[in-house]
């Protein structure tokens, strides 16, 4: 072991040493500390996992959808576009999809019908599949109830369970009804011959931009909507909700390191007294403030850890009860979906030191002041 | 070993609140002796045992060390000036509690790098030596105040300085511990160590064992004894 190793065990021995002796005040600074990095880390975790599930969802939707626009708003799209864009160089397949919404007043929540483009997932005629909030808002006994719409009074329409959708998509599946295209036509009393919009593949992704070009000039009336441009939508989408939280964690750094400085700054008459005998036994300016900062070490990294760990709870076990509401609240039916532990690695280092590297900033110069100071004040 | 010329030392220079701690001193402290400073309280006693010791530096004048003119040197290498050279034992002890007596002990060694085993034995063995072997793992508060400064001294021990510095090392001892500590500090000359300690005690300064007496008073040398 080098003397340096040495040097440094021996340093870490006395400041546990001494952190053990003022045990009360230094379990409430880990304790503060550790309660800001929960509010910061259980936002990171939280809108990290949120734009993952996004990620799961998007890496299946269709390269580009085009839509058909009526006085600007979307309209029902004629079958007839499906050839015209096949037609088009480098495009791949071309699908009408069927999708729509449905306000179901029992509960105020807002349904996504929609026939699935996999015909493997198309549920029997009667049947369908089912996002997972959905049977639960509406207190339904899973295997068994069918669920009844209403369309206008004393309608009933009613679809048998075919099956549950699955957890991992639940952000934008938690409120999804899937069903065959006979139903939807006959629910949404649709014509043949036309759809709610067109989902178009690419061969080539690269191409893209040039067949968006060609697919503008073919349907002037048209919106074409990339994948990439979705997935911007969603990201920042969860980047504001983020963004609203990390203010708020901001403001609570800021007091903690204030709260930090006047901690170290105020060095208690006992800590300056041993600080003086340290120094006049021997102990240079550079033992005390190695000695001040393995204890600043020991706190900020154990406050670090804790706080990450409760947030990792908070966010994947209690599903992120205390922020939710924030940062994913824009469906009544959605507070309970559960997310997928998803964790970021450069995310966890940046928080690292977003939260480890204040504190020592803030307590570095108060804590150098200190260690400078004049041994001989001890002998007097 | 150590001498002092036209050493002043003064605290909060340029303000109205300037005092003169020492005003002048020229002084020689010999190798292997006991040197005793005595004088009232303000006489500068304690000043002169800090600059002596480096602990602080004069205002003006120089002070040196086994020849070296230490007066000047940045803070880093009065630091490793001090650890090489002097062992402290203060007028409070100034052990630090919640500490047992060997940490305190071995607290001096820690920024040393040494291997923790040697430092532990050699603390050990200057404990038993000074009687408080069974006292290693107790906590200092729990101390006497004889053990309390045998813990400080072998505190000052732990690195093996060629010079001890006391600063009223009795003033808080009664008579038979005081004799105590007249007796360890004979024992630390037979080892070969330089002793330099301030007293207002007459039992100190009037020891057989004493060197050397130096007088101060207001910040001045007032008269030198044998």
Request: aromatic fraction near 8%; hydrophobic fraction near 50%; include cysteine.
């Amino acid at each position: 072991m080098t003397p340096w190793v040495r040097r440094q065990q021996a340093l870490a021995d006395y400041t546990l040493a001494a952190m053990a002796r003022r045990r009360v005040k230094n379990i409430g600074l880990l304790l503060i500390y550790a309660l800001v990095i929960f509010v910061i880390a259980s936002a990171t975790l939280f809108s990290t996992a949120l734009r993952h599930e996004a990620e799961i969802v998007l890496a299946e939707a269709p390269e580009l959808i085009v839509q058909n626009l009526v006085m600007g708003r979307h309209d029902m799209i004629s079958a007839e576009i499906i050839e015209e864009l096949e037609a088009i160089r480098g495009v791949g397949g071309v699908t009408g999809r069927l999708w729509g919404y449905f306000y179901d007043r029992v509960n105020g929540a807002n349904y996504t019908l929609m026939v699935p483009l996999d015909p493997k997932m198309v549920p029997p005629a009667g049947q369908a599949l089912f996002g997972e909030a959905l049977p639960r808002t509406r207190g339904l006994g899973w295997d068994t109830a069918p669920l009844f719409l209403s369309r206008y009074p004393g309608d009933l329409f009613r679809l048998d369970p075919a099956g549950r959708l699955s957890h991992e998509s639940a952000l934008v599946s938690a409120d999804l009804i899937l069903l065959g295209e006979e139903d939807f036509r006959a629910f949404f009393d649709l014509p043949p011959a036309v759809y709610t919009d067109i989902a178009v593949s690419i061969r080539n992704s690269r191409e893209i931009d040039t067949i968006v070009a060609k697919a503008g000039k073919l349907l002037p009336n048209a919106r074409l909507v990339t994948r990439d441009e979705i997935s911007r939508t969603y990201q920042k989408l969860f980047y504001w909700r983020e963004g609203i939280m990390v203010a708020m964690a901001g403001a609570s750094v800021l007091a903690f390191a204030i709260f930090a400085a006047e901690k170290a700054s105020g060095l208690s008459a006992e800590e300056t007294r041993e600080i003086g005998i340290l120094k006049a036994i021997g102990w240079d300016t550079r033992d005390v403030i190695a000695m001040k900062l393995w204890e600043g070490g020991l706190i900020s990294l154990g406050a670090f850890l804790f706080g990450t760990g409760l947030a990792y709870l908070h966010v994947f076990a209690f599903d992120a009860a205390l922020f939710a509401s924030v940062l994913k609240g824009w469906s009544v039916i959605y507070p309970d979906f559960r997310l997928t532990p998803m964790i970021d690695g450069v995310q966890l280092t940046a928080l690292f030191f977003l939260t480890v590297l204040p504190y020592t900033a803030a307590t570095i110069v108060p804590i150098w002041r200190a260690a400078t100071a004049d041994p001989d004040q001890v002998m007097r | 070993m150590i001498s002092l010329h036209a050493v002043r030392k003064l605290y909060n220079e340029g303000r109205p609140s300037e005092v003169t701690a020492l005003g002048g001193i020229d002084l020689e402290i010999a190798r292997d002796a006991l040197t005793v400073f005595r004088g009232p309280s303000g006489s500068g006693k304690t000043t002169l045992l800090s600059v002596i010791s480096c602990m602080a530096r004069p205002s003006s004048g120089r002070v040196f060390v086994d020849g070296r003119n230490v007066s000047g040197l940045p803070e880093s290498f009065l630091t490793q000036e001090r650890r090489r050279t002097f062992g402290f034992v203060f007028q409070r002890f100034n052990l630090i509690r919640g500490l047992t007596v060997l940490e305190n002990v071995l607290l001096p060694a820690a920024p040393l790098g040494r291997a923790p085993r040697d430092d532990a034995e050699r603390a050990t063995a200057r404990l038993e030596a000074l009687g408080l072997g069974p006292k290693a793992h107790v906590l200092v508060e729990q101390l006497s105040g004889g053990e309390a400064q045998r813990t400080a001294i072998a505190r000052a021990l732990i690195n093996d300085p060629p010079v001890l510095i006391a600063d009223e090392p009795t003033a808080n001892l009664d008579t038979e511990l005081a004799m105590r500590f007249l007796d360890i500090v004979a024992g630390l000359r037979a080892e070969g160590r330089t002793v330099v300690m301030t007293s207002h005690d007459p039992r100190i300064w009037q020891a057989a064992l004493v060197d050397r007496v130096v007088a101060l008073r207001d910040g001045r040398l007032d008269e030198e004894q044998p």
